[in-house]
């Protein structure tokens, strides 16, 4: 006969095991971006980075803030949140900016193009400052 002690803890231990909650997942699944700066009438590249996400790493010098950046924007390149109160000079020396990969598990493939540098940095800081 199992003594009333012994009783307890196998039932202590197998409530335990009952009740034990799972690890929980990321918020995210990983993401990872190509991302490039050309100039946009000759194709000449000017810059590139790859940027992982969840957790933060790859090339992109600013990998934390790039990421920060999208997650605020939900992945939408489109809806990145632009730096107020810049001023940019009307040089027109358009550059495009693109990004192709997955973002939290979709396909990623965007393109915009930019009166000049400092149009695209004043729009997208600082996912494309690289």
């Known amino acids: 006969m199992i003594s009333l002690r012994i009783r307890a803890a196998l039932s202590a231990v197998a409530l335990a095991l009952l009740t034990a909650t799972p690890a929980r997942a990321t918020p995210f699944p990983d993401s990872h971006l190509t991302l490039r700066v050309i100039a946009a009438e000759t194709g000449e590249p000017i810059g590139a980075a790859e ?50 990969g997955s973002w939290a598990g979709m396909a990623v493939h965007w393109r915009q193009t930019f009166a000049n540098s400092c149009g695209l940095h004043t729009r997208t800081d600082p996912v494309f400052r690289f």
């Open 51 to 100: 940027l992982l996400c969840h957790p933060a790493d790859g090339s992109h010098p600013q990998a934390r803030a790039a990421c920060d950046a999208l997650d605020l924007a939900g992945g939408n390149f489109d809806q990145l949140k632009a730096r107020t109160g810049v001023l940019c000079n009307d040089l027109y020396a358009p550059v495009a900016a693109t990004a192709d």
